[in-house]
């Protein structure tokens, strides 16, 4: 089993920055792939980005790169997303996800283990 929390979230004005943070436990890190997913209201959650176990590899939905960046540090068991640049249509809860399959998956039914949410909401 793997526990997972989300910090980090708030509101920000667009065009601004916010960094989300996933505390992970129950397990070594390097046992698990991970990633990020959000849900705005009314839509389906989605996949934002996904790294790698040893954190070598990285991986992101169209458009997201270049203004997300998604890192792990698996000495503390935690998982970031610096998010630059933000736009309203970021607005949504943010998830932090760990998988127990080798490769960075891009739909929410890979994903093993979820944590509660935080929420982002970028204004005009």
């Known amino acids: 089993q793997v526990q997972l929390a989300e910090s980090g979230g708030g509101l920000v004005q667009a065009g601004g920055s916010l960094r989300l943070s996933c505390a992970a436990s129950g397990r070594t890190a390097t046992t698990y792939v991970m990633g990020w997913f959000r849900q705005a209201p009314g839509r389906a959650r989605e996949f934002v980005a996904a790294?790698?176990?040893?954190?070598?590899?990285?991986r992101y939905a169209d458009g997201l790169k270049g203004r997300f960046t998604i890192s792990r540090d698996n000495a503390k068991n935690t998982l970031a997303l610096q998010m630059n640049s933000l736009k309203p249509e970021d607005t949504a809860v943010y998830y932090c996800?760990?998988?127990?399959?080798?490769?960075?998956?891009?739909?929410?039914?890979?994903?093993?283990?979820w944590g509660q949410g935080t929420q982002v909401t970028v204004f005009s």
């Open positions: 996800a760990a998988r127990d399959g080798a490769s960075t998956r891009v739909d929410t039914y890979d994903y093993d283990y």
């Open positions: 790294v790698s176990r040893d954190g070598g590899f990285t």
